[in-house]
């Protein structure tokens, strides 16, 4: 036992020595336990070093932006304590598949307005948390439906994406392992709709599929696939149609902490689609014009929950690379 302390006593000393920041960081540690909820048990040291890596990524970023270098503010968060491969791996969720750019058909942009939120319209429901579940994919197809069924009804309901980790396997998805929205479209038109997440409530896990039809929140007939990495299709089409759901690159230490204004990275790729969304709107902010993208991580990450991201801007993160929308 004495030799087990001592042992952890060097490890710990030692680290502490290597990282130098050890004792000057201990309170915003401490708060960042306390904020987050965060228990470890024999992992915090490495818990530790990997926030600190990440703090002094938000403090060197949000200096760039004093000095006008960067466009966009990232912050602390919950996701604090992991470092971008683990974050990937466990909050994001889109599986791959083949998406090469299309050959552009003209869309006629210029009669559509300068800007559109659909929440303003009620299209939008509260933003989901995924929890450490690969399931983007599954809120990003019923971002969609939810907004075209409160097209076609009037009445907004917060679907089941627990309805379709537990229960689209036969159509390719695989829980929180991934999936893909069209996949999750052909599940909800096979087994003619989805329930709501009150009836079917989200646990994060994969579990047995327990569907119930008296449970049913929207149903659907069909789904349309935009063209690829075609902004101003996407453009229209959100003008148009309503929320659309989308793919996104959102493997950056900019992405996992960001926080307000619009994200430019000029080093995302559209190879690169781990994570999937909604895009409820667009316009311009200073300039920059911008995609208002509805993310699956809960309210604390970016603007309650949303990013703006970067649009017209050669198809950044793949923005327009796999969207597509329900039709009820
Ligand atoms: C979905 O259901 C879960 C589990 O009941 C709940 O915690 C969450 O707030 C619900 N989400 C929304 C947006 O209503």
């Not at 683990?86 to 909050?91: A, G, P, Q, R, V």
Request: proline letters at 2%.
């Amino acid at each position: 036992m004495l030799q087990m302390f001592t042992l952890y006593a060097v490890v710990i000393l030692g680290v502490a020595f290597a990282s130098g920041q050890m004792q000057e960081l201990d309170g915003e540690w401490e708060q960042f336990k306390t904020k987050f909820n965060k228990n470890y048990d024999d992992d915090e040291v490495q818990r530790r070093l990997t926030w600190e890596d990440n703090f002094d990524f938000i403090n060197e970023h949000n200096r760039q932006f004093s000095d006008n270098e960067v466009t966009y503010q990232v912050a602390m968060n919950e996701f604090g304590d992991m470092d971008l491969e683990e974050f990937i791996s466990t909050m994001t969720g889109l599986l791959s598949s083949d998406e090469k750019p299309e050959e552009k058909e003209f869309v006629d942009v210029e009669g559509l307005p300068k800007e559109v939120d659909w929440s303003k319209k009620g299209y939008v429901t509260p933003v989901y948390s995924q929890g450490q579940c690969g399931s983007c994919w599954a809120f990003a197809a019923l971002g969609s439906l939810e907004g075209q069924h409160f097209k076609a009804t009037g009445n907004l309901e917060t679907l089941s994406a627990q309805n379709l980790i537990d229960c689209s396997g036969p159509e390719g998805n695989m829980g929180c392992n991934g999936g893909l929205m069209d996949q999750s479209y052909k599940y909800i038109e096979v087994n003619k709709g989805v329930d709501t997440n009150l009836s079917y409530p989200y646990v994060g896990q994969n579990g047995k599929c327990h569907f119930t039809r008296s449970g049913v929140g929207a149903t659907q007939k069909n789904f349309v696939d935009l063209p690829k990495g075609d902004e101003l299709a996407l453009q229209k089409a959100v003008a148009e149609i309503g929320p659309i759901a989308v793919a996104i690159d959102a493997q950056a230490q900019g992405f996992q902490f960001y926080k307000s204004g619009v994200y430019v990275n000029k080093d995302c790729s559209p190879a690169i689609l781990c994570h999937a969304g909604v895009v409820t709107g667009y316009g311009v902010q200073d300039g920059t014009d911008y995609w208002r993208f509805k993310n699956s991580w809960g309210t604390s990450w970016g603007m309650d929950g949303y990013m703006l991201t970067a649009r017209n801007h050669n198809n950044q993160c793949g923005i327009a690379s796999q969207s597509s929308y329900a039709i009820v």
